[in-house]
């Protein structure tokens, strides 16, 4: 899977969005770009994922550049409850199939008053 | 839709002995992956069991294994507890093998190891 580069941490006040960069230059054209979060001391929380276009959810929007080496994921009004640690990963396709998160450091999220 | 379950939530064992972890998937799901947490290695890959057989291995040692039931539930054994293995172990499920489903992840189980 290709390797990921996120800033360690980010600050941002409530109400506003939260916009965290990815850098996964070596990323392959079968590659997905998956988002997932953990809340301190819970287990990691899928947020969102994509291939080569933009998605949106209930939670969260993931822009993917055109090149595909970089994606960001937008919290629209980030809340207090989404103070945590953001992992970006980048999944493709294991011989014999199957499932793998390789999760790098992240990012701790700080959303404050 | 219940999600994952892990059990037990929290555990203490001394070094040396053996400890057993349990994950219930979501219902439907056949793939079932183990992490383990720690804060000096983050979170690191265990093996994924998918229809009862283990198809992807972290690497780990051979003190940690692991099987997966009909039902699709799975354990974790680690025998020969060291200090070092105390850690969040984690537990997700998931529906298949196509890369582009997403895993959903338990509340773990916190062992600590003494």
């Known amino acids: 899977d290709a390797k990921t580069t996120q800033p360690p941490s980010m600050d941002c006040a409530e109400g506003r969005a939260a916009n965290l960069p990815c850098n996964h230059s070596?990323?392959?054209?079968?590659?997905?770009v998956y988002w997932y979060r953990q809340i301190h001391s819970q287990g990691p929380q899928y947020i969102i994922h994509g291939l080569k276009n933009n998605e949106t959810n209930e939670m969260a929007s993931l822009i993917i550049t055109e090149d595909r080496k970089s994606s960001t994921l937008i919290l629209p009004h980030a809340t207090l409850r989404d103070t945590a640690v953001y992992y970006c990963?980048?999944?493709?396709?294991?011989?014999?199939?199957?499932?793998?998160?390789?999760f790098g450091t992240g990012t701790q999220l700080k959303v404050e008053l | 839709k219940a999600g994952v379950t892990q059990t037990p939530r929290y555990l203490i064992k001394t070094r040396g002995q053996q400890v057993t972890l349990s994950c219930s998937p979501i219902?439907?799901?056949?793939?079932v992956s183990w992490y383990q947490q720690t804060p000096g290695q983050g979170l690191q890959f265990l093996f994924e069991?998918?229809?009862?057989?283990?198809?992807n291995k972290g690497n780990f040692p051979g003190r940690f294994s692991g099987r997966q039931f009909s039902n699709s539930r799975s354990e974790m054994n680690v025998s020969t507890l060291e200090l070092g293995d105390s850690a969040l172990y984690l537990c997700a499920s998931s529906s298949g093998s196509r890369v582009g489903t997403e895993a959903f992840f338990g509340q773990g189980t916190r062992l600590t190891v003494v």
């Open positions: 069991y998918f229809s009862e057989t283990q198809r």
């Open positions: 990963i980048v999944r493709g396709i294991l011989t014999g199939g199957g499932n793998k998160l390789t």
């Open positions: 219902s439907g799901h056949r793939s």
């Open positions: 070596t990323i392959s054209g079968n590659e997905y």
